[in-house]
């Protein structure tokens, strides 16, 4: 059975029209005779969007109970078993009712998905995990309910659904996103033209990234290898040398000619390494690189221009910034560098040739190593080989007279060694041959004839030949042992640079994965792990393998499709594609390999983690209350007892007096007694999900005056600044009573003598804030979480001086109302609790 298709309307605020556009698309899918059903739409009370709606299919909402209170869901179940076409479901980041299936709407949207059905869905930009802070930074209101940036990535298809701030502000003006009562405020504070704009340009923004991974991704399926201008990036090559600080500023500047432009940075190890290449420089270089929004990546080529190339034409660059050659003229006479042969190459990418103070300084090649031997060297010692040892026999032919055989065979060893220097064994060989077969015509008797008379002159000759062959094998060793070292050392700085990204946290796998495919030049990589048991012959079976995360274009489906694979255990297998690697660089694979095996270990067992640590938290809260709650129930059941049994000793004569003492003593101690064991079973009851909770609109204006008669005594320390042009909030009348009677209590009980407690409200968007402030001694910033810590005081030596479940009791009930309690710092000293609750007519 094929996946589902999954296309999501993406806005950048509520109202953009993101539903009006879905049940659109839906009811002209039904002209085209699709089988289209509604799995789940929220019209928020608009009434155009509630005209689209009628006439279409509706499934029946799911309906769950709570902590008393009622609440519809999505039906997962029924659409699957309804089979339509296409479902449309509102509200991908939606967070489902406690008892639910999964606890995110789009896992359910998943489960349809994997059924084979078409999900249209709909979420705002303020709703993505990678946005999130900064939408809170901007607009000043907590999103909670949140949808992982890779969930919305996946779709087929994401549309984004646009309007400008002034046209959404008058579609709010006009009734038509709330209700006419709550437009102003609306207005003046979520919806002002500075915060739409900034959400406008997120969303446009992310859409474009996701439109961009499309694209790369078109461009690696089709193998299209040519440029195409969509956005501008500038590439910027570095060598190591020290002018490269001063090409990454100036591609830095070009890239910020454009907004929304890219940086990158690449550094070219070719196999036999990169001479000149400074570590120090190029860890340097990177900081930079990165400080300044761009990234930093290296790859592997023996031909740095083509290297630098590809990465370019990868990435879909249309810059390319290059340094001015450090090579003098005269080197430039024999080899016209890199400069010169990428741009002759570079077709549509524009390359910038930079001038800088080393150019034309010549290049500083480490003392500590030769380079192996090259195709000119190479060259080199053929011709000199060739033409040397004849050019040699015309020289000395006319003073064979004079000179002896060993003078002779000595000027013919010179040259060969110098063959060999040169162009490595086979040059030396091919020189040592021919000169002893010159020496052995023109110089040993009888001369003219391929025979030696003496057997000295062929000892002397025998000798001749060996010593070439092996000065040729020392200096042919020596290469390769340079090439070798060079290769390690090549191998060390990849590997280097991969702990570097591990160090800074960019272990990800999928990270790792697109280092792997960048470094060797692959089309894409994947880490496959097998699905069951293990078969003769399943190396080729793409069903016995799962794909864990790829990187690139079209990933390989089983080791079998891949060019080249790398067995990390029994179970997974990295599958690369885009040619096969030589030994070396599978080595270095092997490697990477094994780190994206750990990393991908390592978030299971983080997930592991994360799933066992509610059990152990809840192990330490019944170690915690058991130690704790002793405690704080026997001081009033003794405190009550001594009363009552005060009062039942006939023995003595009570006065009125005496009695009424006793009286309250005991009345007080059961009345605390009472308080604890309420909140001991309310907490409870929230660890359990049991407590009922009945939300209603509800006026702060009749809550706050109760919680501070609640407080007896304590009341004449509360001054309280509360409005009634305030909005009537979504909460538990009667539970919100008690978190306000809490905090209060709890900021009297901190404050000094005299100094009295502050309650304020205020509107910001869709919700309402209550601040507590005192003036007491404060929280450190780092305790701020503790306090709410049950069983635990803030500042406890052990648990016998009380179970301290005020706060942590405050924020349960505060979260079961879907509100939220955190502390902060009081301008001048002490402590503020802030309470945040919805509005009641929240849409």
């Known amino acids: 059975m094929r996946r589902g298709r999954l296309r999501v309307y993406l806005g950048a605020a509520p109202g953009v029209g993101k539903t009006y556009a879905m049940l659109g698309e839906a009811r002209r899918a039904i002209e085209r005779d699709r089988d289209v059903v509604v799995g789940f739409v929220e019209t928020h009370g608009r009434a155009r969007t509630a005209e689209l709606l009628d006439g279409l299919e509706v499934i029946p909402r799911r309906t769950l109970v709570h902590r008393g209170a009622t609440f519809t869901e999505l039906d997962v179940r029924a659409v699957i078993e309804r089979a339509p076409k296409v479902a449309l479901i509102d509200e991908l980041a939606h967070t489902n009712v406690p008892g639910s299936k999964n606890a995110k709407r789009w896992q359910d949207i998943d489960e349809i998905l994997d059924a084979g059905i078409d999900v249209v869905s709909t979420v705002n930009v303020q709703h993505l995990e990678s946005v999130n802070d900064v939408v809170q930074e901007i607009t000043g209101v907590p999103q909670r309910e949140t949808v992982p940036d890779e969930v919305v990535r996946r779709a087929n298809q994401v549309e984004l659904v646009d309007m400008s701030p002034e046209a959404l502000r008058r579609r709010m003006a006009h009734g038509n996103i709330y209700a006419p009562s709550k437009v102003d405020a609306a207005l003046s504070n979520y919806f002002r033209v500075g915060n739409l704009t900034a959400l406008r340009e997120l969303a446009l923004l992310w859409v474009a990234g996701k439109v961009d991974d499309q694209l790369d991704r078109y461009r690696a399926d089709h193998g299209i290898q040519g440029t195409w201008e969509t956005r501008e990036r500038v590439v910027v090559a570095l060598t190591g040398g020290p002018e490269g600080d001063t090409l990454v500023r100036r591609a830095a500047r070009i890239a910020a000619r454009t907004k929304g432009a890219d940086l990158l940075a690449v550094h070219v190890t070719s196999a036999d390494g990169l001479a000149g290449a400074d570590p120090g420089n190029l860890a340097r270089q990177r900081t930079l690189v990165e400080s300044m929004g761009g990234t930093y990546h290296q790859v592997v080529g023996d031909d740095i221009p083509r290297a630098l190339l590809d990465f370019a034409r990868g990435v879909n660059a249309t810059q390319l910034v290059l340094g001015a050659s450090r090579r003098g003229r005269f080197a430039q006479i024999f080899a016209r560098g890199v400069g010169v042969e990428t741009t002759s190459r570079s077709g549509s990418i524009d390359v910038h040739m930079i001038t800088h103070e080393e150019a034309k300084k010549g290049r500083r090649r480490p003392a500590r190593s030769r380079a192996a031997l090259t195709r000119t060297r190479r060259l080199a010692g053929w011709a000199l080989a060739v033409a040397g040892m004849p050019l040699l026999t015309a020289v000395l032919a006319p003073f064979r007279d004079v000179l002896s055989l060993p003078s002779e065979i000595l000027f013919f060893l010179t040259l060969t060694v110098g063959v060999a220097l040169a162009g490595g064994m086979w040059p030396a060989i091919t020189a040592a041959v021919g000169g002893s077969l010159l020496l052995n015509w023109y110089f040993t008797p009888p001369v003219g004839e391929f025979t030696i008379s003496d057997p000295e002159n062929l000892f002397a000759l025998v000798v001749f030949v060996l010593v070439a062959a092996a000065v040729s094998t020392i200096v042919d060793l020596a290469a390769r042992r340079t090439r070798e070292a060079a290769r390690a050392s090549a191998d060390a700085e990849l590997l280097s640079t991969l702990a570097g990204h591990v160090l800074r946290g960019e272990a990800a796998v999928p990270s790792l994965l697109e280092r792997m495919r960048e470094t060797f030049g692959l089309a894409s990589v994947t880490l496959l792990e097998r699905q069951g048991e293990p078969v003769p012959d399943d190396l080729g079976d793409p069903d016995a393998w799962r794909i864990v995360a790829t990187s690139g274009g079209e990933p390989a489906t089983c080791p079998g499709r891949a060019d080249t694979d790398v067995v990390i255990d029994d179970d997974m297998i990295l599958a690369a594609q885009g040619g096969p690697l030589d030994a070396a660089d599978r080595t270095v694979l092997e490697a990477f390999a094994a780190e994206a095996a750990v990393a991908l270990r390592q978030e299971r067992l983080q997930q592991e983690a994360e799933q066992a640590r509610p059990l152990a938290e809840a192990d330490r809260m019944r170690t915690a209350l058991l130690a704790a709650v002793s405690h704080d129930l026997r001081t009033p059941l003794a405190s009550a007892k001594a009363a009552v049994e005060s009062l039942g000793n006939t023995g003595v004569a009570w006065s009125p007096q005496d009695r009424a003492e006793l009286l309250d003593t005991a009345r007080e101690s059961l009345d605390k007694l009472d308080r604890l064991v309420t909140n001991l079973l309310d907490m409870s009851r929230l660890q359990a999900g049991v407590l009922g909770v009945t939300p209603e609109p509800t006026a702060l204006e009749e809550v706050v005056p109760r919680a501070i008669d609640d407080l007896g005594p304590l009341r004449d320390r509360i001054e309280?600044?509360?409005?009634?042009?305030?909005?009537?909030?979504?909460?538990?009348?009667?539970?919100?009573?008690?978190?306000?009677?809490?905090?209060?209590?709890?900021?009297?009980?901190?404050?000094?003598?005299?100094?009295?407690?502050?309650?304020?409200?205020?509107?910001?968007?869709?919700?309402?804030?209550?601040?507590?402030?005192?003036?007491?001694?404060?929280?450190?910033?780092?305790?701020?979480?503790?306090?709410?810590?049950?069983?635990?005081?803030?500042?406890?030596?052990?648990?016998?001086?009380?179970?301290?479940?005020?706060?942590?009791?405050?924020?349960?009930?505060?979260?079961?109302?879907?509100?939220?309690?955190?502390?902060?710092?009081?301008?001048?000293?002490?402590?503020?609790?802030?309470?945040?609750?919805?509005?009641?007519?929240?849409?």
Request: glycine share 12%; charged share 20%; net charge negative.
């Open 720 to 843: 309280g600044d509360i409005s009634i042009e305030l909005p009537d909030i979504l909460a538990d009348p009667a539970l919100l009573e008690r978190v306000l009677a809490n905090l209060m209590a709890n900021s009297v009980r901190y404050s000094p003598p005299g100094k009295t407690v502050l309650i304020t409200a205020s509107w910001h968007g869709e919700y309402v804030e209550i601040r507590v402030m005192d003036r007491g001694p404060g929280i450190p910033p780092e305790a701020h979480d503790r306090v709410f810590q049950p069983f635990q005081r803030l500042g406890d030596r052990d648990n016998h001086s009380g179970v301290g479940l005020g706060l942590a009791l405050s924020r349960g009930l505060t979260e079961a109302m879907g509100g939220s309690l955190v502390p902060e710092e009081t301008p001048g000293g002490g402590l503020t609790m802030i309470l945040t609750l919805p509005i009641a007519s929240r849409s």
